[in-house]
């Protein structure tokens, strides 16, 4: 046509004119013959960027590097993959947020671009997100590791921009993507997907995934806790990523029941284990070191442990402890129960306890430095449990305690640690053992109420063994050594209960059940046992804790430092010393009377009284307690006892230092004068007869016999007369009769040593057998005919019983009212025949001495009371 220009054809398919160069309009340039395409590059291969072609002018060159950047994004060999305008928009989208230098980072003006997209098309979320991941993968593999960081700080703004309803749609890309990041041999890829894997944990999910997996995100963190990297820094950067990463999964599965549970032991084998070691290789680093980070972590997942997660949350640790032999010394193992006692619950902690005494059960043949840090970390873990609960099986907690104190004294004594005789023990470590299993047993005490105490009490009392009426308790290896032994760490248990035992009144403190057993021990011939016995019942008593100023022996002591009683004693007091008193003052005078009591025998004596004349200041039991102690002085001046000079000093220096308390508690100042008297002189004259000089640990005693003068010691007439005229006066009639206590029975069966000796003491107390005369057995031979003829006679009562039955039932059927009150008249007239004669028998007084009968008495059921006497 006239007048246009001709048209050349167009520019070959997918080239494009260099920038700044145009053409006039209606001229294209020419296009390749038909059937003849530009040729493009193999799959996997790209020309760099920059191309040095000296010979090519700059135009060519932009074309060339636009024909590499269409090749770099091709996905398959179609129209769309290759040419840019007819790809999807969200993939030019994810394209244009890629600079062209990674180094300049995400393109903010195009990840805007493509969010908005995202969240106006959300159906999108998949395809941006795997295609995103395809561009990560891609250049993973071709170690653009800049272009990788930028792909994942895409996926991660997409994730936190997102709403909660469709974020399951890029979570499954994303999770793929880490693993990617994860499986890497590269330290900084595997820092980077930790990071972007707690900002995904840190998100809250509406909407539950129910196939949605972190087993291999708990495995691949706890490989990297493990990093031995040759360099420290990597390392450390590696070691505290795989924390962070372990607090990621718990966080984002610990409170979803619909996610994989993390409790399940597969799992907390894998999580604790990881964290304890670098708990233990860094104890001492800087805020963001792995220890710190292993701690928070610890802490965080103790946390949220419920009740029935702690078992499997504890059983790693016992297995790692066990494993890496962390048991000995008060170090690791102590303190990574410190992280958990104070990080769970405290109703929980019971559960801990549970599990550390079943432990230390399925190691009672452990070497004993295994066992010894069991107990000791049991003995912190009842410190710090003492604002929670012991749990409902606290008497279990004291047998398996008690357990493993007997096991230790047999292993103590046989030298082996096992049945088999094959592993050695000392005798050192097993009492290393001992010690800390007894200081348990005084923490786990402290945390119980009083009424819990009192029953703890009674149940050690009950386990202590007794030679001669519980043989059994001592093991047969070990004879009557190891039951003394068991004896002595029984008692040494008792008074760390009872050191901190606090009570209102005597009654509950010490019962009878409780008493009774525990002075029958002060006369065994072992002082270590009498000693304990006396530091239990100083302990016990003592209520305002004056035994700290009362603990040593000596005529200076300052009354005003303690803390005395200011009223009067209680009712409950009072019944305690009329029920039990004299047998306490019984066992402290036969106490005095062993040769094998020493200084400290002495000393815990003076406290026990001292602290009875504190409590219970009382006319009576002061006067009681002065009548003991005048006992105990004649008792050292008497030569029918076998007593060393030692012993005799020893008495009367204890009688010293008591009246010397004694004195300051209320009674007249006459007695304190008289007191003060016979000290002075002792001083001049005879120091050896006073606590400073006779209970030291250098005493000086005097050569030869013993011989004291009447002005060294405390008269009883003085006594008796220096009471008169006071409130004390009423009990001074007691003063007349001298103190002399007699052995009872149980005193004579507590101090026998084996069966045969109880058998002797049986045969002494029964007054129809000689000596020369043998014993007919009690009880004859049961046979099986007697039993059968026990049944028949049993059979034939019954019959009886029940023929009776019937008659009466009968009786009152038929019988009139008149033959039925007849009969029950004359029963009820029986009845009150049969109850004179015992009143009668009850109100009869004594015979009296010159002969005569007294009157006799209105019985107390005959007497006339006025109207309105009140009962």
């Known amino acids: 046509?006239?007048?246009?220009?001709?048209?050349?054809?167009?520019?070959?398919?997918?080239?494009?004119?260099?920038?700044?160069?145009?053409?006039?309009?209606?001229?294209?340039?020419?296009?390749?013959?038909?059937?003849?395409?530009?040729?493009?590059?193999?799959?996997?291969?790209?020309?760099?960027?920059?191309?040095?072609?000296?010979?090519?002018?700059?135009?060519?060159?932009?074309?060339?590097?636009?024909?590499?950047?269409?090749?770099?994004?091709?996905?398959?060999?179609?129209?769309?993959?290759?040419?840019?305008?007819?790809?999807?928009?969200?993939?030019?989208?994810?394209?244009?947020?890629?600079?062209?230098?990674?180094?300049?980072?995400?393109?903010?003006?195009?990840?805007?671009?493509?969010?908005?997209?995202?969240?106006?098309?959300?159906?999108?979320?998949?395809?941006?997100?795997?295609?995103?991941?395809?561009?990560?993968?891609?250049?993973?593999?071709?170690?653009?590791?800049?272009?990788?960081?930028?792909?994942?700080?895409?996926?991660?703004?997409?994730?936190?921009?997102?709403?909660?309803?469709?974020?399951?749609?890029?979570?499954?890309?994303?999770?793929?993507?880490?693993?990617?990041?994860?499986?890497?041999?590269?330290?900084?890829?595997?820092?980077?997907?930790?990071?972007?894997?707690?900002?995904?944990?840190?998100?809250?999910?509406?909407?539950?995934?129910?196939?949605?997996?972190?087993?291999?995100?708990?495995?691949?963190?706890?490989?990297?806790?493990?990093?031995?990297?040759?360099?420290?820094?990597?390392?450390?950067?590696?070691?505290?990523?795989?924390?962070?990463?372990?607090?990621?999964?718990?966080?984002?599965?610990?409170?979803?029941?619909?996610?994989?549970?993390?409790?399940?032991?597969?799992?907390?084998?894998?999580?604790?284990?990881?964290?304890?070691?670098?708990?233990?290789?860094?104890?001492?680093?800087?805020?963001?070191?792995?220890?710190?980070?292993?701690?928070?972590?610890?802490?965080?997942?103790?946390?949220?442990?419920?009740?029935?997660?702690?078992?499997?949350?504890?059983?790693?640790?016992?297995?790692?402890?066990?494993?890496?032999?962390?048991?000995?010394?008060?170090?690791?193992?102590?303190?990574?129960?410190?992280?958990?006692?104070?990080?769970?619950?405290?109703?929980?902690?019971?559960?801990?306890?549970?599990?550390?005494?079943?432990?230390?059960?399925?190691?009672?043949?452990?070497?004993?430095?295994?066992?010894?840090?069991?107990?000791?970390?049991?003995?912190?873990?009842?410190?710090?449990?003492?604002?929670?609960?012991?749990?409902?099986?606290?008497?279990?907690?004291?047998?398996?305690?008690?357990?493993?104190?007997?096991?230790?004294?047999?292993?103590?004594?046989?030298?082996?640690?096992?049945?088999?005789?094959?592993?050695?023990?000392?005798?050192?470590?097993?009492?290393?053992?001992?010690?800390?299993?007894?200081?348990?047993?005084?923490?786990?005490?402290?945390?119980?109420?009083?009424?819990?105490?009192s029953e703890v009490m009674l149940f050690i009392m009950g386990k202590i063994p007794v030679p001669g009426i519980y043989p059994a308790l001592g093991s047969p290896n070990t004879g009557f050594e190891g039951s003394r032994m068991i004896q002595v760490m029984l008692l040494k248990s008792l008074l760390q209960v009872s050191e901190r035992y606090e009570s209102t009144n005597l009654l509950t403190a010490l019962p009878s059940s409780f008493l009774e057993p525990l002075l029958s021990f002060t006369l065994m011939e072992d002082p270590e046992i009498r000693l304990l016995v006396l530091s239990i019942l100083a302990s016990l008593i003592d209520r305002r804790h004056n035994s700290r100023w009362l603990a040593s022996a000596s005529v200076t002591v300052d009354v005003s430092a303690l803390e005395l009683k200011e009223d009067t004693c209680s009712k409950q007091d009072n019944m305690f010393m009329r029920k039990h008193a004299q047998r306490l003052y019984r066992h402290v005078y036969l106490t005095c009377k062993e040769e094998t009591s020493g200084q400290s025998h002495y000393q815990a004596l003076f406290t026990l009284l001292a602290v009875l004349g504190v409590e219970l200041s009382s006319e009576e039991v002061l006067v009681d307690l002065i009548r003991l102690v005048l006992a105990l002085q004649d008792l050292a001046l008497s030569n029918q006892e076998y007593l060393s000079v030692l012993n005799r000093c020893g008495l009367h220096a204890l009688c010293a230092a008591t009246l010397c308390v004694l004195s300051k508690l209320g009674p007249p100042l006459a007695l304190q004068q008289h007191v003060a008297q016979v000290v002075e002189s002792r001083q001049k004259r005879a120091p050896h007869l006073l606590p400073e000089h006779a209970l030291c640990d250098k005493p000086r005693l005097p050569a030869g016999d013993l011989n004291v003068d009447e002005e060294f010691l405390f008269i009883q007439s003085t006594v008796s007369e220096s009471l008169n005229g006071s409130s004390y006066g009423a009990h001074c009639d007691l003063f007349n009769t001298p103190y002399t206590p007699q052995l009872s029975d149980e005193d004579r069966l507590s101090r026998r040593k084996s069966v045969g000796d109880v058998a002797s003491l049986q045969m002494d107390m029964d007054p129809h057998s000689t000596p020369h005369t043998p014993q007919k057995p009690q009880t004859e031979q049961i046979t099986f005919e007697m039993l059968k003829n026990t049944i028949e006679d049993r059979g034939g009562v019954e019959e009886e019983e029940r023929r009776k039955r019937l008659q009466l039932v009968e009786k009152f059927q038929t019988a009139s009212f008149e033959e039925i009150a007849a009969n029950c008249g004359s029963r009820a007239s029986l009845l009150h025949s049969k109850l004179e004669q015992v009143f009668d028998l009850i109100i009869r007084p004594p015979p009296s001495p010159s002969g005569q009968s007294p009157p006799r008495s209105t019985p107390l059921h005959q007497m006339k009371f006025p109207d309105l006497c009140v009962y």
Not at 219 to 225: D, G, I, L, P, T
Not at 303 to 315: D, L, S, T
Not at 317 to 333: K, T
Request: glycine fraction near 6%; hydrophobic fraction near 40%.
């Open 1 to 453: 046509m006239p007048g246009t220009l001709p048209r050349f054809p167009s520019m070959p398919r997918g080239m494009t004119l260099p920038r700044g160069i145009t053409l006039p309009r209606g001229i294209t340039p020419p296009s390749l013959p038909r059937g003849i395409t530009v040729p493009s590059l193999p799959r996997g291969i790209s020309l760099p960027r920059v191309v040095a072609m000296p010979t090519v002018s700059q135009a060519p060159r932009r074309l060339l590097q636009d024909c590499c950047s269409v090749l770099d994004h091709q996905t398959a060999g179609g129209l769309c993959g290759c040419c840019w305008a007819l790809r999807p928009r969200y993939k030019r989208l994810v394209d244009n947020i890629f600079p062209e230098d990674p180094e300049d980072g995400l393109v903010k003006a195009n990840m805007e671009k493509l969010t908005f997209f995202a969240l106006s098309a959300p159906e999108k979320l998949d395809r941006i997100a795997a295609y995103l991941s395809e561009r990560l993968t891609r250049e993973l593999n071709r170690h653009r590791y800049g272009y990788v960081c930028i792909a994942m700080e895409a996926l991660e703004q997409l994730l936190l921009a997102c709403h909660c309803q469709s974020i399951n749609l890029l979570v499954e890309s994303f999770l793929s993507t880490l693993r990617l990041l994860l499986e890497a041999d590269k330290p900084h890829l595997h820092v980077l997907a930790t990071n972007s894997f707690v900002k995904f944990a840190n998100i809250e999910e509406d909407t539950p995934s129910y196939h949605r997996s972190y087993d291999f995100f708990v495995s691949r963190f706890s490989e990297m806790c493990h990093s031995e990297h040759e360099d420290p820094e990597t390392q450390s950067k590696i070691r505290v990523s795989g924390i962070r990463g372990l607090q990621g999964v718990v966080r984002k599965t610990v409170d979803d029941e619909l996610q994989v549970n993390i409790w399940e032991p597969r799992h907390m084998e894998q999580i604790v284990p990881a964290l304890l070691l670098n708990l233990e290789q860094h104890p001492n680093s800087s805020s963001w070191s792995p220890a710190e980070q292993t701690e928070v972590c610890f802490r965080e997942l103790l946390g949220r442990a419920a009740y029935g997660h702690i078992n499997n949350a504890v059983k790693p640790v016992l297995m790692h402890l066990d494993s890496h032999n962390l048991w000995e010394g008060r170090g690791f193992a102590v303190r990574c129960f410190q992280i958990i006692m104070f990080s769970i619950q405290s109703q929980h902690s019971h559960l801990v306890v549970q599990q550390l005494l079943g432990h230390l059960d399925a190691n009672s043949r452990s070497p004993p430095w295994v066992r010894a840090g069991i107990v000791e970390v049991l003995s912190e873990v009842a410190v710090i449990e003492a604002t929670g609960s012991v749990g409902p099986t606290v008497l279990e907690v004291f047998n398996t305690l008690l357990r493993q104190l007997r096991q230790s004294v047999h292993y103590q004594l046989t030298g082996y640690y096992d049945n088999a005789g094959k592993h050695k023990t000392s005798a050192s470590q097993e009492r290393t053992l001992q010690d800390a299993v007894i200081k348990t047993i005084g923490s786990f005490a402290n945390t119980l109420p009083v009424y819990q105490r």
